[in-house]
Structure formats: structure tokens, C-alpha cells
């Protein structure tokens, strides 16, 4: 697997004992979980209309993953966002 350089410093710090890794306390924990279970929170509903073929071919793609193409549409849309999936105009 190849790390970029600060997740090879970090596994490099771990490795040769110059990093402990302390057990979060309790409240911490909690505060972990919450933020955890809001970013992953969906709480709006979209209508969208699509071709017949991108809607055949996203379900396609999202039986050969092994998840729901609704999951699967959430998460290119998500990706796009975020700046990890690029669209070139043509």
C-alpha cells in the first residue's frame, strides 16, 4: 500500500516507538460517535430523472460492488463534492 508522506511519518512514529497511542476517555469516545453519526446523517430527499440507460447501467454497477444504487449515486455525488471525483467538460 503506498502512504503519502504525512501517513508514512505517522506509521514510521508508530512502528519505532517514538508514538503511543492513549485510550480516548468516555467522553471523548461520545464525542467521536456523535460526530460520526452526523457526518454520515442524510437528512434530504432528492428527485431526480435520468436516462433509461445510466439508470440500467448504475444499478449494474452497483449489483457488481455488492450495494444499493441509491448508495451508490449518493456516494459519486458526495465524491464529486468534495473535490475526489473530477468532470471534464467536453
Known sequence: MKYDNEEQYILDALESGNMRLSTPSPEEIESIKSAATNTFKKDKRITIRLYSHDYIGIQKKAIQMGIPYQTLIS????????????????
Open 75 to 90: 456516494s459519486l455525488i458526495h465524491r464529486y463534492v468534495e473535490g475526489d471525483l473530477n468532470i471534464v467538460k467536453q
